[in-house]
Every structure is written in C-alpha cells, then in structure tokens.
C-alpha cells in the first residue's frame, strides 16, 4: 500500500516467498501429470493444449486459496461460518442421518472393529480419485463457482461502481445479470428434457429466484468484504449443499436448527461482514480499494 508508510499484515520475505513457491507449482503442475500420475504423453496439439489449460486453472485456483490463506483469514472463515448458518437445518439432518447410519454398522457387526476403519482409510484414496475424475465435480465445485464469481462479482461490480451506481444500488442490480444468464436452463428444460412450457417457466422461474437471492448475499460478500475468496467459498459451499433443509419427517430438530441458525444469520449479517476487520491495511478507508472515497465516478483528492 502507499501513502501511509504503515507496515503491510505479511513481512517482505512471506510475500517473496510465497510469490516464489507459486511460480514454482504454477511450472510444475504442467508436468505432473506425466511425472507424478504416469499419464501417457499427449498424442495431438490438441490434447497437449486442453492439459497445459486443466494445468493452468488447477494451479489459479490453488494459489488463489494458497494468497487468500496468507492474507488475512477473515475472509475465508467468517463468509463459511455465515452461510453455514443458513443450513444449520440441512447439517442437522446431514448428522443425524451419519449417526443412525454408524448405529446401524454398530448393530449388524457387533462393535465397529479396527478392520472396518482400516478398510475405509484404504478405500479413502479411491474415493479421492474417483471425485477427482468426476467431471461433475469439476463443474460444480470448481468450473462454475470460480468462472461466475470471476465475471459476475470481480469485473462486473467494479465496472458498475465504477460507472457511478451506488454500492447497495451494485448489490442488488448484478445479481440481475447473474440471473439473466441462467436463462438457457428455460430452453435445455423445454426442448432438450421434453419438458412442457408451463413446468419449463415454473423450474426456470424457481432456479432464477434462487440465483437472484444468491446473487445478491454473494455480492454483498464481495462488496463488504473487499476479498474474492469470500463469494467463491459460499458458492462452493451453497453448491455442495444445495437449498437449506426447513423441516424433516418427524426431526422437529431441523426446524428448531433452521431457524436458529436464520436468526443467527441475521444477527451476524453485518458484525462478520464489517469491513473493518478485512481491509484493517487501507489509509483511513473502511472499505475495499477504496471505494469509500469514491463519489460519483471520481475519485477524491487525499
């Protein structure tokens, strides 16, 4: 940062060498997968290129988390720990369900012996690279979540403070955009999965819903926080978990969790989201990139 001359939340040598071991795993991941997972060498240009670009995001995305760890963790942590409390329902029932299921490999087997633990930490790495050659996997957790924040949150919510539109004016009229581009879903619904007209609007209409509501809590994130990582992780995760859980079959439980953790959501809304506790290192801004001193499109003299 410059004006201030105030010392900056990492030490220079952190910053070089983290800045160094990302350009060093951004060259060796290009080579891993012949050196590490014995993949045969590409036959085409073509296939060279799509691994050389597969690389290339794995590496993005890493040391995007790898700079966002380093940085101050706030960004990463209080976004999870906010949006988990929108599914305070939904992980409820995800416990419940994990215990009945390890009572009722307690029961068949008697005790849960040391084999059966052994044997599900020799199936561990399997299910590992079962997920990681999940194509779907990579869509959703990783394609999906990263592109659209790129696009939808860091280049389209400066460009709209940038042509004057007030914050809170940014937060709700982006999501729009967001919504707008999942309109394609109308047309694979009605042609594509034989759908008719009426129940093609009715699921497109509900998941437009859904992404404007998204939409607007991520670009509140990113607006708040100042830090992409904080609508990537909630994306990731919302992506994961799917619509939060309001009531189960006889588990009054996941309603009381609901809606205690809607409540709590609320009520930590703003206090997780001050930007004092992300962008502590600006001169005098209680916001990102300065923003705060911004008026109408230009920026004020210091």
Known sequence: ????????????SVAVM???AMTLFYVFILYAPTAILRLPPPTSPSQFLIRRFICAAISSLVSLLFSSLILPWHAMVFPIILTSLLYAGSLVLKFLSWVTYWKEQRNSSGSLSFNSITDMLQEFP???????????????????????ELVFRACMIPLLLCGGFAAYSSIFLCPIFFSLAHLNHLWEYYHQQNCSLLKAFLVAGFQLGYTVIFGTYASFLFLRTGHLVSPL????????MGLPVLFAHRKGVVTMAFVAGMMGFLWFLFPLTNPNLYNDRTDDCRCWHGYCTWKSGVVKEG
């Open 126 to 148: 399997n299910s590992v690279a079962s997920v990681a050659s999940n194509i779907m996997f990579w869509r959703n957790y990783v394609v999906a979540p990263l592109t659209e």
């Open 18 to 20: 983290a800045s160094l």
């Open 1 to 12: 940062m410059e004006g201030g001359g105030e010392e900056g939340c990492i030490s220079k």
């Open 233 to 240: 992780l909630a994306h990731i995760f919302c992506n994961f």
